[in-house]
């Protein structure tokens, strides 16, 4: 089943999300159609905060960008649920990022390219793995959505400034996507 991607300016994107057990009802569902929004959306990873809801679970598929470029990787497809973060490391590099909570903008955004990360899989299988590259990168920023940080929160605040039109119009549900979208409504 499809779901609709919450845009910008609701409230749950910037609320830390909470852990969950094994017998969270209809897990196995919700994956499936956390993936199933993913694709059809075009993204290459998607946290339970942008479907409108706030538990500590993302799913990231970076096998998909290799495919893009016919080349062979070390791309991933994973879920990821109650992840920690363990540490980060390296030296930051920029790479432009967007969302499919916030449709047509892009940003350069600096991240650690190495990250070390426990979380538990699907079948809650417990793992404490390390990525590096373009999969550290998509895990941080999915990351970041269980934790209520946005890709924009780590922009400089005067590129923030210049992005608010554009932002404001999202809110307002403003967007031209081909994926199903939800506004808040306040």
């Known amino acids: 089943m499809l779901l609709s991607v919450i845009l910008y300016g609701d409230p749950i994107l910037k609320k830390r999300a909470a852990e969950i057990t094994a017998d969270y009802p209809n897990l196995q569902d919700t994956i499936k159609n956390m993936w199933q929004t993913m694709y059809v959306a075009s993204g290459v990873g998607l946290a339970a905060p942008q479907v409108g809801m706030s538990i500590r ?10 495919e893009k470029k016919k080349k062979e990787s070390n791309g ?7 992840p920690t973060i363990l540490s980060e490391d390296g030296e930051e590099w920029k790479y432009e990022e967007g969302c499919l909570s916030i449709p047509a903008i892009r940003e350069d955004v600096f991240r650690k390219p ?3 990360i426990h979380y538990f899989d699907e079948n809650f299988n417990e793992f404490t793995e390390e ?5 550290a990168r998509v895990i941080q920023h999915e ?5 209520g940080i ?3 929160d780590k922009l400089k605040p005067l590129k923030k400034k210049l992005l608010l039109p554009k932002l404001t ?5 403003e967007v031209d996507v081909d994926y199903r979208v939800k506004v ?3």
């Open 57 to 66: 679970l993302f799913v990231v598929d970076t096998l998909q960008l290799a």
């Open 76 to 82: 991933i497809k994973k879920v990821f649920i109650n």
């Open 114 to 116: 190495i990250v070390k």
């Open 131 to 135: 990525f590096d590259e373009i999969n």
């Open 143 to 147: 990351y970041d959505h269980i934790e």
């Open 150 to 152: 946005l890709f924009i």
């Open 169 to 173: 119009k999202i809110a307002r549900g």
């Open 184 to 186: 808040y409504k306040k």
